[in-house]
């Protein structure tokens, strides 16, 4: 009889190094950023201490978190991406979310803190990581470029995890 028993999903090799980087600066406030398809929502899942800011922004049902922008706002944003959407994104987001100590805040915007870890992947692997979720190619490399382009300007210390 063939063994039934659905393998067992190992998590990313990442994960351990954020649970490092989180105790080493246990302290600080984390801002935790990068484009979509780079496994922000997969190394989430293993790290009961981060935030996610879409469950704070558009609310999540399942965790009971009512979403902070009005349906509106939610209808502007979840069109195509375009610098005007990722600039309201950003300024809204800063208003609405505070980052607090203990508690790294994973997203797409660079919010004030004390240390900022940017989630990359090579871009040969993000290109079929898009493919697979069928998403926009160059929504996610805009959003890529003005993800580094705020870490940039903020001058906030900046630790690069690769996620492969």
Request: with cysteine; proline share 7%; glycine share 6%.
């Amino acid at each position: 009889m063939e063994n039934m028993t659905p393998p067992i999903e190992q998590p990313p090799l990442a994960v351990e190094k954020m649970k490092k980087l989180f105790a080493d600066n246990v302290e600080k406030r984390i801002c935790v950023v990068g484009a979509s398809c780079v496994g922000k929502s997969t190394l989430l899942s293993y790290l009961p201490e981060a935030v996610d800011m879409d469950d704070l922004l558009f609310g999540n049902k399942q965790k009971g978190i009512v979403p902070l922008l009005t349906q509106q706002e939610i209808d502007y944003v979840c069109g195509p991406w375009t610098p005007e959407v990722g600039q309201f994104m950003t300024r809204k987001s800063h208003e609405l979310i505070k980052i607090e100590a203990g508690h790294p805040v994973f997203g797409t915007i660079v919010f004030p803190s004390d240390l900022v870890i940017e989630i990359s992947v090579p871009d040969n692997i993000l290109r079929e990581r898009i493919r697979r979720r069928n998403s926009n190619e160059q929504d996610v490399f805009n959003m890529k470029a003005q993800i580094e382009s705020e870490i940039e300007k903020s001058g906030i210390e900046k630790i690069v995890v690769e996620n492969i």
